[in-house]
């Protein structure tokens, strides 16, 4: 049996997204992409898109959970609060479809594919396309880390679960 991940790259002009399976021990990616929204229209607008899209992409692939790359507090006020609407978007989608929802800091999911978290970008791209097999790395940023986020999550949840389960 699959398990199956939506990775998710927020962001309200690019929301980068990808999914991947665990299959008998391996790693495929089923999708990958971005959402764009259109700066001409209203912020409300955008994110009602974004929902539209995510909210397709959980019927189309039925994933097991969603994996949110968290907010990079480094980035200016405007940018940080529309990260934080578009992700505020992916996990309403998340629990509408009751479907478990898991951050990761960007460090933490550059640790999980690369082994630093100071990897650059490149660097997890390629990362991202050599675990996953593709024949060559995704060409979008935000495509790779969304890649790289489910990645990051489908190496760290069982072991998350089996702790939780030995606490209980």
Do not use: W
């Not at 607008?45 to 189309?60: C, F, M, P, Y």
């Not at 650059?120 to 495509?143: F, I, N, T, Y």
Request: charged fraction near 15%.
């Amino acid at each position: 049996m699959a398990v199956i991940i939506l990775g998710i790259d927020p962001g309200l002009a690019n929301t980068g997204y990808g999914i991947v399976a665990r299959r008998d021990g391996r790693l495929l990616a089923l999708d990958g992409g971005v959402v764009r929204t259109s700066e001409g229209d209203a912020p409300q607008q955008r994110l009602a898109a974004l929902h539209a899209a995510l909210d397709a992409l959980v019927g189309e692939h039925s994933p097991d959970a969603v994996a949110l790359e968290q907010l990079y507090f480094g980035q200016n006020a405007r940018t940080a609060f529309a990260v934080g609407q578009a992700r505020g978007v992916a996990m309403l989608v998340a629990g509408q479809h009751a479907l478990p929802c898991a951050s990761y800091t960007p460090q933490q999911v550059k640790g999980a594919v690369c082994g630093s978290g100071r990897a650059d970008k490149g660097q997890v791209a390629r990362m991202v396309g050599a675990l996953l097999g593709l024949a060559a790395p995704p060409a979008s940023d935000h495509a790779a880390d969304a890649l790289a986020v489910a990645v990051c999550h489908a190496n760290r949840a069982p072991l998350a679960a089996a702790i939780a389960g030995g606490r209980a």
